[in-house]
């Protein structure tokens, strides 16, 4: 069946890139995409990209997608303490899957 | 404007309450689902309403009783809830139900507690 996987964890010192990697199994998935979701929030959609994409950039915001190893990374440039949140992995097909989330932990 | 509001933000139940969880979009959406996530999880399906329709229920008990009154409105009506009902209850909406191509777009949910 369909499985994203990320990591659980991401600690990383202000001002570094942040870079969060997340692996898919289902190759038919059209859109893949993070979500951001901060203490008590909802789900905020950061950014999708299209499967026939290699990279999609958005101001500090990098996708990349290697589409044969079914990986996507999501890197965030210059993170700032209101990076502090949990990032969802997700891929749609007939609805959307989401990996558990990856804390990401901003150091002083 | 991409924004789904929720109210509550916070509700507080007994078991043997009847209560009412609400979403709103005016994006012109015709897909509106609901999610439920416990801490430190991922969301997870509950139901899907297409063009004001039922498309999907992801096997949810029918103490938990969706209703889409009209494209701009979702409701979740809760009964008879248990203890372990206590979540996130986070809406979301789309344009369409249409394979991998719809992006959904999440209200800030509803955080349900149970007594």
């Known amino acids: 069946g369909e499985d994203v996987e990320q990591s659980l964890f991401l600690s990383v010192r202000e001002g570094d890139s942040s870079v969060i990697n997340c692996t898919y199994t289902?190759?038919?998935?059209?859109?893949l995409y993070w979500y951001k979701q901060e203490p008590g929030a909802g789900l905020q959609l950061l950014t999708y990209?299209?499967?026939?994409?290699d990279m999609k950039q958005d101001q500090r915001l990098t996708v990349l997608l290697n589409k044969k190893d079914k990986h996507l990374s999501l890197r965030i440039a210059d993170t700032q303490t209101g990076d502090s949140a949990i990032y969802f992995c997700?891929?749609?097909?007939?609805?959307?899957?989401f990996g558990k989330g990856t804390r990401l932990h901003i150091l002083p | 404007d991409t924004e789904v509001t929720q109210t509550p933000k916070h509700l507080v139940m007994g078991m043997t309450n009847k209560k009412s969880l609400k979403c709103e979009q005016h994006?012109?959406?015709?897909?509106m689902y609901w999610y439920k996530q416990k801490a430190k999880k991922p969301p997870e399906l509950m139901f899907v309403?297409?063009?004001?329709?039922?498309?999907i229920n992801e096997s949810v008990p029918s103490r938990f009783s969706p209703e889409c009154p009209n494209s701009s409105l979702l409701n979740l009506h809760l009964h008879a809830l248990q203890p372990e009902d206590s979540a996130l209850y986070l809406c979301?909406?789309?344009?369409?139900?249409?394979?991998?191509?719809?992006?959904?777009?999440f209200g800030p949910g509803t955080r349900l507690t149970v007594l």
């Open positions: 997700a891929e749609s097909d007939d609805k959307i899957i």
């Open positions: 289902d190759s038919s998935s059209t859109y």
């Open positions: 309403y297409s063009y004001e329709k039922l498309s």
């Open positions: 979301a909406s789309s344009p369409q139900i249409r394979t991998g191509t719809d992006t959904q777009y």
């Open positions: 990209i299209f499967s026939n994409m």
């Open positions: 994006m012109g959406h015709r897909a």
